[in-house]
T-cell receptor, first 110, second 114 residues
Framework: SQELEQSPQSLIVQEGKNLTINCTSS?????LYWYKQKYGEGLIFLMM?????EEKSHEKITAKLDEKKQQSSLHITASQPSHAGIYLC??????????FGTGTRLKVLA | EAGVAQSPRYKIIEKRQSVAFWCNPI?????LYWYQQILGQGPKLLIQ????????DSQLPKDRFSAERLKGVDSTLKIQPAKLEDSAVYLC????????????FGDGTRLSIL
């Protein structure tokens, strides 16, 4: 079965620093989604990538999907305390199945 | 646009008791999902509905969990009887369709089993 592995598991950065979170799939991704979750809350949809080599940006967050469609990265430029939370990648595994990675916990120090 | 609504937000019960969660998806969203998220882990899909039909319930512990979406709109998830390992956040999500559509999540119900 397909699995999503995220790295790092946790990250502590100083405000203003850049950071990257990776999501690696054991199989080709048909669709890759990035979500952010704050403790005790639901997941907030950030971006969706479907094509190999695709890159999308929203404010200071950029997500990329590699050409082979097995790895995605999420890059935050000039991090702020508001970026803190848990970042999860999710993917469509087969026709109807959705799976999620275990998440990356980000803490931004002011 | 109103988001996915879930209730209650928190629930504390003793083991072997029953509990039910409710979810109202975004208007017009045909697909509804229930996830279980254990602390420190990503969400695990329990059941997926397309309108009022079940698309995938392969990871639903059917001896104790049940879910329905009778009119193809809101849905309920029930646990009977609850076990200690059911302590988790239960998330409901909805999307317009299945393939290629992002899911929109509610705030979840945090269930604690004593």
């Amino acid at each position: 079965s397909q699995e999503l592995e995220q790295s790092p598991q946790s990250l502590i950065v100083q405000e203003g620093k850049n950071l990257t979170i990776n999501c690696t799939s054991s199989k080709t991704l048909y669709g890759l989604y990035w979500y952010k979750q704050k403790y005790g809350e639901g997941l907030i949809f950030l971006m969706m990538l479907q094509k190999g080599g695709e890159e999308k940006s929203h404010e200071k967050i950029t997500a990329k999907l590699d050409e082979k469609k097995q790895q995605s990265s999420l890059h935050i430029t000039a991090s702020q305390p508001s970026h803190a939370g848990i970042y999860l990648c999710g993917a469509a595994s087969g026709t109807y199945k959705y799976i999620f990675g275990t998440g990356t916990r980000l803490k931004v120090l002011a | 646009e109103a988001g996915v609504a879930q209730s209650p937000r928190y629930k504390i019960i003793e083991k072997r008791q029953s509990v039910a969660f409710w979810c109202n998806p975004i208007s017009g969203h045909a697909t509804l999902y229930w996830y279980q998220q254990i602390l420190g882990q990503g969400p695990k899909l329990l059941i997926q509905f397309q309108n009022n039909g079940v698309v995938d319930d392969s990871q639903l512990p059917k001896d104790r969990f049940s879910a329905e979406r009778l009119k193809g709109v809101d849905s309920t998830l029930k646990i009977q009887p609850a076990k200690l390992e059911d302590s988790a956040v239960y998330l409901c999500a909805s999307s317009l369709g299945t393939q290629g559509q992002p899911q929109h999540f509610g705030d979840g119900t945090r269930l604690s089993i004593l």
